[in-house]
């Protein structure tokens, strides 16, 4: 069997690169992921094929393995990385052709609160799914959420929590974006371990996200929705 670094990426076709380019993002490798996108794009890809092909569709897989308990957070870690790669050389192109965007969210960590591992895998996941993502890091207070989704005209806010303890400031800002008049204009989700779908429930959340997969999925859903009620008024 040849070694797996024989395979040359250029003198794969099309089709071959992409689902090479599936594999070497599962397996986390940046470098080839960044040469297979110059390599598509250099053929005259389009930078939006080249990202929903190359990169969404090999995500897709990351996520299925991870919901499924195939994947560990280190591996999709790994993955995201490499996606990272991948986007920050179509970033610019998608933002010249004004490629359509999935939806825009704005993501951080409760006030009080300084964990960001389920959060910063959120982000990358939902940005592996083509959403555009605003991180606003941990300890936010209410202040930083209501001015991020206002400025950054976002769809989605994610909040995330990982002690019991600051899991109560999520009602703090559902309720502030209430009293402004704006809870309405937004699709909340909310995260972290020690939250269930009650309490997510009960603060008066969208929806409550197990992991990073069921959050990507969860964002898909309510966007198609929104998009089916405009289209629809």
Known sequence: MADEQDIILSELDDEE????MHDDLYDGLKEEI???VRILLDRGWQPYDVLTKALVGGMTIVGIDFRDGILFVPEVLLAANAMKGGMAILKPL???TG?????KMVIGTV???I???GKN???MMMEGAGFEVVDLGINNPVEKYIEALEREDADILGMSALLTTTMPYMKVVIDTMKEKGMRDDYIVLVGGAPLNEEFGKAIGADAYCRDAAVAVQTAKDFMSRKH???AAG
């Open 111 to 113: 006030k009080g609160d």
């Open 115 to 117: 964990h960001d591992i």
């Open 228 to 230: 089916n009620k405009l």
């Open 99 to 103: 490629a359509p965007k999935v939806g």
């Open 94 to 96: 998608l933002a010249e």
């Open 17 to 20: 690169l992409v689902l090479q």
């Open 121 to 123: 895998l959120v982000g």
């Open 34 to 36: 960044e040469e297979g």
